[in-house]
């Protein structure tokens, strides 16, 4: 009880959150980044900025006002940033959902339900571009495939720059009763480095903590709607194929349909699901020299869109019980096409739901399978949940597999009078029709500080834990990690901050012999006042092989069983974001297993201006090992043309030497309002060996997608 108590809120805090009032109005501004409406002059400026980068506590070196207005329909916000030196806003992103914190950048968070624990985040730059995501569990998840349906417009001018924003209130779950929500504004002058907070305004809290949000007041009267949203969507999809002497033409509809069940609360149901427009997986994370598979990151919108809510345990990569790359796709990156997908995603009283149910067709080798998971947490104390999660389904193997557990997550902000605490603890059992049942369970202990920043954590992952619709790593193990990075801001020398990290992990079989054993040492790595960012990285290392016929790391090439002790380098280096020129680079080097390894990584990001943008990058992995020797290579080339921030072109070129395939993907996007979109997408692979280029697939699709409102 003593340590529960920990996580409970104290009587009296150490900050007193802001207030702000909403301005109600007749008439709605015009969203087209001008702010010399009259209608703008009716709202208060909400109160001043105040500095958390590069010096806590500071005023701002350049303030910022900022107003909210609203009507029955919509929430409108207005943000001059004023600017000494208009000439030095840095503005180099204009697409939709591009990565903005390049640029100066205005973010806005709303907790419409005033939990302290779950919000919408709004961010533009002063070249258009617009970005939201869904912050769950006071930001522990942050889910930017979410994309709302809201106008945006920005401007450059004399005085600096301003934002005007414009957000549907169909686009918001919120409790109509409430007249107050949790809000807060934050600004980020890149040429300065320098971020600056209304609420919470202390290096220890990211913005993304939405309890550390501000309370804005005065929301009455809203229309939200009868919360019905009808998504149909249409595409003509043209392929070849040159080995099989093969084309086809097909043209392909579907439809989401999305109901709001409760003001939080919604269902979900698609029916014959495209994702043609999905961008075509990096090689850099699908080439693999390790022993164990690999966690490929999941693009598809429309398992992304609530991903939150299906988090468990804080676990993700090297474990997690509900994967869903599973849905839809082979083990070796097939499509399998969904013929229909159901789900309920949100929050009712303290509870937060989450049930997904998706009906696989059958498909070559792998026949029709329905999949099944379920997930729901309780909200407890101030920012803590407890949960249960259940799956059940097999997609690419026989027989049935299920997965059930419990997770609790204890956190507060309030350790030690004003600290980061988390704790969270988990278990996992298993059911396979032909492996029988297994068990996975772990704990963790965190505090995640600008100065310190501590945690330990253990798992142990039973020998027949088989999660089919999940990941798993390794199984048959027990894996003990520690955390220790002191990261002081000297303030002196054009060092913005320093981090001295210490990350022992140790993984052993469950008789306890050490199978991985690995320290992580940061002696020196180092963010300075310009943005650049140098670190020198020692990992000494071991490793054993338990399978007598070994480990086959390449063609030909194969690991002996037995131990292996080496040290292994890390030297990386980025130039400062801001700049047109951005160059990074990464060079591993030092022993693996019986022989040596060097691993260089270098490219460059060149931004002549917000309408274009180009990546180039290199790897050259080299192998030289007692078995043999052998080399992967690794380019990539993506370009990134804005015509207007609604229409963009983005093209990405892959090759690499273990296949000699060439793969390149083209993606025209327009977008006449959120809500209506065209999409054209053009794939080819073929293959390139001594300079010559042989085309052997190519699949060209138009997508057109839109949404009623109801």
Known sequence: MALLSRFQEPTTKPAVRPIAGARRVEQAPKVDGDLSDPVWKEATPIGPL????????????????????????????????????????????????????????????????????????????????????????????????????????????????TVEIAIPFKTLAFAPERDAWGFNVQRKIKRLLETDRWSGARQDFAFRQVAEAGTLTGLTGMRGGKGLDVRPFTALRQSRDREAQDSDLIGKSGLDLLVRLAPALRATVTANTDFAETEVDDRQTTINLTRFPLFIPEKRSFFLEDAGIFGFGGLSESLTPFFSRRIGLSDDGREIPIDFGAKITGRTGPWNVGVLDTQMREADDISGKNLFVARVSRNILEQSSVGFLVTRGNPTGPGMNSVVGADTALRTDRFLGDKNLVGRAFVLRSDDAGEGSGLAYGASLASPNDLVDAGIEFRQIGEDFRPALGFVERTGVRSYAARLSYQPRPGAYSVRQLFFEFEPEVITDLSGRTQTARLFLAPVNVNLESGDSFEFNVIPQYERIEEPTGFVIHDGVTIPQGGFSFVRYRIQAEGATKRPLVPFGTYRYGGFFDGHQEDLRVGLTWKPSRYLQFTGQDEHIHVRLDEGEFAVRIYLLRANVNFTPDVAWSTLLQWDNQSDSLGFQSRLRFIRADGQEAFLVLNTSGDFGDFHYTGTARQVTLKLEYTLRF
């Open 50 to 161: 105040t500095q958390v980068e590069p010096t806590e506590g500071d005023p701002p070196s350049q303030r910022t006002e900022v107003r909210v207005l609203f009507d029955a329909d919509a929430l409108y916000v207005g943000i001059r940033c004023f600017e000494a030196d208009p000439s030095r806003i840095v503005a180099t992103q204009m697409a939709r959902d591009s990565e903005i914190d390049v640029d100066d950048e205005v973010s806005i968070l709303f907790d419409t339900f005033l939990d302290r624990r779950n919000a919408y985040l709004f961010e533009m730059n002063p070249a258009g571009a617009r970005s939201d995501a869904l912050l769950v569990d006071n930001g522990s998840e942050v889910i930017r495939d979410w994309d709302g349906i809201w106008e945006g417009a920005s401007r450059i001018d004399a005085e600096g720059w």
